[in-house]
């Protein structure tokens, strides 16, 4: 379920839209992604353009304009999985720049942090496993909107 601290941090952005566009369902139907999901609620009702920007200048992909505007995302997915061969669950969170990125898991729900190297390597070996448990914890984590008493935060 996605936290009322993720969709408050929306709405005081201004990201955050009541309104489903059937454009976007679609977006997400076409890449499999379940529509009941907190990503999907997600995407379905935030934008701020193309990319998020979270923690140290990270970005992220708003997934549904990126299927819909532009047809590097569904090759970019292809590409990760013939690449890094990552299970056909894992779909890219953003660009991979500097060859460290973010996946979502569509079955389980968890994201995964991953950069090459010794790091893909422990995840193909099953050492590594993803950080966060849901796509809510990922993004209270990228928003730095996490309990700090709790110790919520992943360390990757």
């Not at 379920?1 to 009541?18: A, P, R, T, Y």
Request: aromatic residues 16%; proline residues 4%.
């Amino acid at each position: 379920m996605l936290s009322e601290k993720v969709i408050h941090h929306c709405k005081q952005q201004g990201w955050w839209f009541d309104e489903v566009t059937q454009e976007y369902t679609d977006a997400l139907q076409q890449i499999g992604v379940d529509p009941e999901s907190d990503f999907a609620k997600f995407y379905l009702h935030a934008e701020d353009g193309p990319t998020f920007m979270g923690r140290d200048h990270l970005q992220l992909y708003q997934i549904c304009w990126f299927v819909l505007n532009s047809n590097s995302y569904t090759m970019s997915i292809q590409g990760i999985h013939d690449r890094l061969k990552l299970p056909e669950d894992y779909i890219p969170l953003d660009s991979f720049e500097g060859e460290y990125g973010y996946f979502y898991n569509r079955n389980t729900g968890q994201v995964l942090g991953l950069g090459l190297g010794e790091e893909w390597q422990r995840f193909m070996d099953g050492i590594l496993q993803p950080q966060w448990p849901d796509f809510n914890t990922f993004m209270e984590w990228f928003w730095e909107l996490e309990d700090k008493k709790s110790g919520e935060r992943k360390e990757i």
